[in-house]
């Protein structure tokens, strides 16, 4: 089993080192190219700047084999700027231009909706698949779930708000969980949604190791 950060811009590091605790170091990896993504099982959208990360996928000639793979079921955990990217659609933010979405995840997100950088907080999130109580929730500068469609359900919640999604395969999450001590959260990704995507025998191994709208972007964008 092998998981793929892609590496543009933003939690790069944070992502990888939190899988690092689950799966062998070897087997998480940085995506740049389309055969970095051809060889990954499973492939994060970290959080960062949207914008920022839009462009330079549609630059490198990414956002159309993204597109693709995730349309055939290629697992995704998407977390804040992530989830920002793979929304089925935006509503428009007041600071800024909105970057285009991949439209897989049928979610509407409004971008930086928790306010500015200073307002930055941490909080407990209920996550209905992980067990051991909530999860420690980084929230920065993180768009907002306005409404969740019949395709995705609500997996994670701080008090009443939705702040997590899956689908099938896709996970988003408003919060940054590699910015979290907890691995809970990429151990649960790693043995529910990407080891339930494949066979056994293409995962045993891995497991074993450790406990338990679709537009090109054409233009560059400004947060």
Not at 76 to 102: E, F
Not at 145 to 169: C, M, T
Request: glycine share 10%; hydrophobic share 40%.
């Amino acid at each position: 089993m092998k998981v793929g950060v892609l590496a543009f811009q933003g939690d790069v590091p944070e992502h990888v080192a939190a899988f690092a605790r689950v799966l062998p170091r070897e087997d998480v990896v940085t995506v740049l190219t389309k055969a970095d993504l051809e060889s990954v099982d499973a492939v994060v959208l970290p959080g960062g700047e949207s914008t920022t990360i839009a462009d330079r996928l549609g630059h490198a000639g990414l956002w159309t084999p993204l597109h693709e793979r995730l349309a055939r079921g290629l697992p995704l955990l998407a977390t804040c700027a992530g989830l920002i990217l793979v929304a089925r659609a935006l509503q428009p933010s007041p600071r800024g231009r909105d970057p285009p979405t991949l439209g897989l995840l049928d979610v509407v997100v409004r971008r930086n909706d928790y306010g500015s950088q200073r307002e930055s907080f941490e909080g407990p999130v209920s996550f209905d698949d992980l067990p051991g109580g909530p999860f420690p929730g980084v929230f920065i500068r993180a768009p907002r779930i306005l409404s969740v469609g019949p395709g995705a359900r609500a997996i994670a919640h701080r008090g009443e708000e939705v702040v997590g999604v899956r689908s099938g395969r896709i996970v988003g999450l408003t919060f940054h969980p590699e910015l979290a001590p907890d691995p809970r959260l990429h151990e649960w990704f790693v043995n529910e949604v990407v080891a339930g995507a494949y066979p056994k025998s293409a995962h045993a191994s891995a497991t074993a190791t450790k406990s338990p709208s679709t537009r090109e972007p054409t233009t560059a964008h400004t947060k």
